[in-house]
Nanobody, 115 residues
Framework: QVQLVESGGGLVQAGGSLRLSCAAS????????SGWYRQVLGKQRELVAS???????VYADSVKGRLTISRDNAKKTVYLQVNSLKPEDTAVYYC?????????WGQGTQVTVSS
C-alpha cells in the first residue's frame, strides 16, 4: 500500500514562490512516475508536472518556466518548486504516484495566491 502526504501549501502573494513536498510510504515509490496535479473547485484535476523513474520531466504548457519538479528516491519524496506565482495558480495541489496504470493520491494541499 502507498500513502502520500503533501505539505508546503499556503497563502502567498502574486510573484512569490512555494516549495511543495510529497512524502511517500511503501516500496514502490522509486518504481512509479510521480506527478503534481491541481484542481480548482468545479473543474477537472489537471497534471502540471511529472517526473518518471529515469528522471525525465513533463510540464503543462501553462506552467512551463515557472515550475520545477524533482524527486529524491532515497527520501521517497517528490518536490514542486513554484515560482512567479499568479492568482490563477490558486488550487488544491495533489501528489500522484502512477504504478502499472494505477494512480495513488495524497490528500492535497491548498495553494492560494493573492493579487
Amino acid at each position: 500500500q502507498v500513502q502520500l502526504v503533501e505539505s508546503g501549501g499556503g497563502l502567498v502573494q502574486a510573484g512569490g514562490s512555494l516549495r511543495l513536498s510529497c512524502a511517500a510510504s511503501g516500496s514502490i515509490f522509486r518504481l512509479g512516475t510521480s506527478g503534481w496535479y491541481r484542481q480548482v473547485l468545479g473543474k477537472q484535476r489537471e497534471l502540471v508536472a511529472s517526473v518518471s523513474i529515469d528522471g525525465s520531466t513533463v510540464y503543462a504548457d501553462s506552467v512551463k518556466g515557472r515550475l520545477t519538479i524533482s524527486r529524491d528516491n532515497a527520501k521517497k519524496t517528490v518536490y514542486l518548486q513554484v515560482n512567479s506565482l499568479k492568482p490563477e495558480d490558486t488550487a488544491v495541489y495533489y501528489c500522484g504516484l502512477t504504478y502499472y496504470g494505477r494512480t495513488y493520491w495524497g490528500q492535497g494541499t491548498q495553494v492560494t495566491v493573492s493579487s
